[in-house]
């Protein structure tokens, strides 16, 4: 399901998210367009450091707190879900020409897998009807493991971040 955006898609998405800054007086750098990009043109559920360090690793010149303003810039223009998945973390992903979907997380891996069930729309419905409410949208998670926690497809990936955010850290 999950698959990088178009680049008809990117080119609409930078138009919204330009608009939006000038019509809240916010500045245009190219850093936020990047940060905008990124999500874009990557795939999948990322926290702000995975962000960060993705660009940083491709080259691209962006401080963290960058990252992290352009963030909340983008959840409060609706091009970019925030979604929390554990504890604290949030994590983020394209919102824009992109299908509803629900997720299922791996608390072992950090896995995500997104999956669609057009009964969750059904049972919205019928809620709206029963409740004479008007729903704006919903959040569903499920968590658990993958089927052989021990060896989690993931597992490493999150242990080598777990390490670089020590790192981090300790520098
Ligand atoms: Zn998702
Ligand atoms: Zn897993």
Do not use: W
Not at 25 to 47: C, K, S, W
Not at 146 to 155: G, H, I, Q
């Amino acid at each position: 399901m999950a698959h990088p955006a178009k680049e008809e898609t990117i080119q609409v998405v930078k138009e919204i998210f330009r608009s939006y800054l000038k019509e809240h007086n916010q500045r245009q750098t190219p850093e936020r367009f990047m940060v905008l990009e990124e999500i874009y043109r990557a795939d999948g559920h990322f926290d702000a450091d995975d962000i960060y360090f993705n660009m940083k690793n491709s080259g691209t010149r962006v401080s963290r707190a960058t990252v992290y303003n352009t963030l909340d810039v983008l959840v409060e223009c609706g091009l970019v879900q925030r979604h929390q998945f554990g504890k604290n973390q949030y994590y983020y992903e394209r919102a824009y020409a992109y299908q509803q979907h629900d997720h299922i997380i791996c608390q072992e891996c950090g896995g995500v897998l997104e999956f669609c069930d057009p009964r969750i729309q059904e049972i919205q419905s019928m809620m709206e009807q029963v409740y004479e409410f008007n729903i704006s949208g919903h959040s569903l998670h499920f968590f658990g493991t993958c089927s052989d926690p021990e060896n989690c497809e993931r597992k490493k990936e999150l242990e080598d971040k777990e390490e670089r955010k020590k790192e981090k850290e300790e520098s």
